[in-house]
């Protein structure tokens, strides 16, 4: 089982910067692919990024590339989404979700992730 926090959630203005961070508790996330959501009012919840368990690799919707990077400090139990040059569309809740799944090819699936924490709320002003 595991357990997942997220915090840094918050109010900026667009053109900002924020930096999420999604601390694990129960079993270590070295194992585990870790991705990125979001939901915005009224809206599905999105694939935003996501981290494999293993070789460095990581994936990015088409809309954040180049702006927001996911990143893992295992040591630290935690992974991380910096977010960079937010826009207003970026507002949303922000989840994050974990899974020991080894099928990569479906990491951008919500039903591929088998844990998740509460949401943090990020909303960018124009």
């Known amino acids: 089982q595991v357990q997942l926090v997220e915090s840094g959630g918050g109010l900026v203005q667009a053109g900002g910067s924020l930096r999420l961070s999604c601390a694990a508790s129960?079993?270590?996330?070295?194992?585990?692919?870790m991705g990125w959501f979001r939901q915005a009012p009224g809206k599905e919840r999105e694939f935003v990024a996501a981290?494999?368990?293993?070789?460095?690799?990581?994936y990015y919707t088409d809309s954040v590339k180049g702006r927001f990077t996911i990143s893992r400090d295992n040591a630290k139990n935690t992974v991380y989404l910096t977010m960079n040059s937010l826009k207003p569309e970026d507002t949303a809740v922000y989840y994050c979700a974990a899974t020991q799944s080894t099928n990569w090819s479906s990491r951008v699936r919500a039903t591929y992730y088998d844990y998740w924490g509460q949401g943090t709320q990020v909303t960018v002003s124009s």
């Open positions: 129960g079993r270590t996330l070295s194992t585990y692919t």
């Open positions: 981290s494999r368990w293993s070789g460095g690799f990581t």
